[in-house]
Every structure is written in structure tokens, then in C-alpha cells.
């Protein structure tokens, strides 16, 4: 059974190298919709798959990290970079284009990892992350799976590799959360919203 949570955000790019001139050489936004759809063969107590409360915790914070941001491809050109840091509190350095289909791969790996190390309470079971869907406008999204974020033909994706501003950590639950995302830490859902 698959369920399906949809999240907005406000975000910045340019994105480097791609065919229109407009996005390529100009600092634009899009009204994002991330859709994140989890499957499981199994029924939590409840009958759930998973909880939406629960998607509203950690995977809405990723999700919120990159609301009135602006993404940075970390290869880009070394002054605008600095001067994008300088004059913007909310930024995310990824190492990939910010392509919608970046995107798709980008919160893949952040939230397939968080569900790999989060320790259920409610008999979930199987949980995974099915899909991850990135609207960049209203006629427009990418739509990417496991084998598209992990893709042996694609640039792999460490976590390491990405970076988020001081501004966007201050708002986390815990301003270590990515550190600990990165590392052994165990997330332990709530048994109770």
C-alpha cells in the first residue's frame, strides 16, 4: 500500500548549464510541492502504513529546510557563491545542479536515510520510501525513485556533501539533527503526537 503526503516551499536556484537561458544565467524561484509517498506491505496498530503526524516531524523539517532558500551548487563560480552566503541567511550548498530532478534524488537520500534509522513505536513495519515527486511549478515535476537517487549512471549523493546554513540549523528541533543524520543516531518516533 503506498500513502502519499504533500509539502510546499518557496526556494531559489539558478541552474547551471541547462538549455534555457533564463534559468541558467538568473537567480529564480519556484512555489514548490514536494510529494512523498511511503509504502509498506504491513498495518501499523492503527491500520497505517504510517502515521501523517508523523511525516510531519523530521520529514517536514528536511522538506522546511530548503523554504525561503536559496540552493547553491557547490561547483559553481567561487564569488558568486561567497557573495550568495554573504547577502542570504537561508542557503543549502548541494553538490548537484538544482535540477527538479536533483531535488527528487537530493530528498530521497536525506529522507531514506532518516527512515532507515528511525526506530518505530506503533508496530509500523516495512516502512520505506517509495517516490518523492517535486512540482517546480504547476504543470511541471520530476518524479524519482530509489534507483534514480542511487543510480550507479548518476553523480552518487553523500550526505557530506551537503550543507545547510546556520540559519536554517537554528530552526531544526536540534540544531545537530544533520550531523546526526549523518552519523549512528537512532530517531525514535514519538509514541504519541
Not at 61 to 77: A, C, G, V
Not at 154 to 180: G, M, Q, T, V
Request: glycine share 4%.
Amino acid at each position: 500500500m503506498i500513502i502519499r503526503k504533500m509539502f510546499e516551499f518557496e526556494h531559489a536556484h539558478i541552474v547551471r548549464s541547462c538549455t534555457s537561458k533564463r534559468c541558467k544565467t538568473s537567480i529564480h524561484g519556484h512555489s514548490y510541492k514536494a510529494e512523498i509517498l511511503l509504502h509498506s506491505k504491513y498495518l501499523d496498530n492503527a491500520g497505517m502504513v504510517y502515521d501523517f503526524g508523523l511525516l510531519k516531524q523530521e520529514i517536514r523539517q528536511i522538506i522546511d529546510s530548503f523554504d525561503h532558500s536559496i540552493s547553491l551548487y557547490k561547483n559553481d563560480d567561487e564569488k558568486y557563491l561567497n557573495d550568495m552566503k554573504k547577502h542570504s541567511k537561508r542557503w543549502v550548498s548541494l553538490p548537484l545542479n538544482a535540477s527538479a530532478e536533483n531535488f527528487c534524488r537530493i530528498f530521497f537520500v536525506l529522507i531514506d536515510t532518516l527512515l532507515k534509522k528511525t526506530i518505530m513505536q506503533n508496530g509500523e513495519k516495512g516502512v520505506e520510501l517509495y517516490s518523492v515527486i517535486i512540482h517546480e511549478t504547476s504543470s511541471s515535476y520530476a518524479q524519482g525513485f530509489k534507483d534514480d537517487a542511487y543510480s550507479q549512471f548518476l553523480p552518487s549523493i553523500s550526505l557530506n556533501d551537503i550543507e545547510f546554513s546556520n540559519e536554517i540549523k537554528s530552526e531544526w528541533n536540534d540544531f545537530a539533527f544533520f550531523d546526526k543524520l549523518k552519523g549512528d543516531f537512532s530517531f525514535i518516533n514519538k509514541k504519541e503526537l
